[in-house]
């Protein structure tokens, strides 16, 4: 029998708390990142030690990885349709539950996973809220064709919004581009403080060669919120209309 690992302890109450949302026969969304590993292996020995069914998608191929060793069964979206909750991390929450996502450069199946959910909701430490979205860089997936002419783009509209600086490709350690789970390419926008995040996310909606920012406005319900001492916050609750 494989033991389950040593959790950072912040992220494993977060994730245990979250599998108390679930119910059986749920069909349920999977995170990408630390936080929603922690969680995919609470939901699973949750599931094993009472034996109910559920239906998960995945939002990373990693995560879908880890869930079927871990037991659980993973379907494609299409097939499940949609889905009553998805449960994800975050790299920043902000008092309104706008968040930033996508350091685990999945962003694009995640948000379409969670917005393909009746309720999404957040699971973090508590180094992830903030009062101000924009410390953490804004991951945005473009397509490597002509990515360069896309970047520059992206440079255009934000200097016309105020914000100086230049998109970073997201690289390996070796040099070579971090490609999603869908073969493109990853630039992160160091912004340090984001004033009007529609507006950034229309102007980056708008640039032909962006697949998606990692901008999830108005898509989290609620978060939760680990605290060091094995405590939680949590942060929403109603769900958003
Ligand atoms: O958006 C994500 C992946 O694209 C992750 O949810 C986010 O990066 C948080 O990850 P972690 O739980 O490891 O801090």
């Not at 901008?215 to 769900?239: H, P, R, W, Y």
């Amino acid at each position: 029998m494989t033991a389950t690992p040593v959790f950072d302890p912040a992220k494993d109450a977060a994730a245990i708390a979250a599998t108390k949302l679930v119910q059986p026969g749920m069909k349920l969304g999977l995170g990408t990142g630390s936080t929603a590993v922690v969680f995919v292996h609470r939901l699973a020995e949750r599931v094993k030690a009472e034996g109910f069914a559920l239906r998960c998608a995945s939002t990373s191929k990693a995560t879908a990885e880890l869930a079927q060793s871990l037991g659980l069964s993973i379907e494609t979206l299409d097939e499940i349709g949609w889905l009553d909750l998805t449960i994800d991390g975050a790299d920043e929450v902000d008092p309104a539950l706008n968040l930033i996502k996508g350091g685990g450069a999945a962003h694009l199946r995640e948000k379409i996973v969670a917005t393909a959910s009746d309720r999404m909701v957040v699971i973090a430490d508590d180094s992830k809220v903030v009062d101000q979205l924009g410390r953490f860089p804004l991951p945005v997936e473009v397509i490597p064709f002509g990515w360069e002419a896309t970047r520059l783009l992206i440079e255009r509209g934000l200097a016309g919004l105020g914000y100086g600086g230049r998109p970073v490709e997201r690289r390996e350690k070796g040099g070579a581009p971090v490609l999603t789970d869908e073969g493109n390419y990853v630039l992160d926008l160091k912004l340090e403080a984001i004033s009007d995040a529609p507006a950034l996310a229309m102007m980056l909606s708008s640039v032909a060669g962006v697949v998606e920012h990692g901008l999830f406005l108005n898509i989290c319900s609620m978060a939760i919120i680990g605290q060091k001492d094995g405590t939680v916050v949590e942060l929403g609750g109603e769900d958003k209309a």
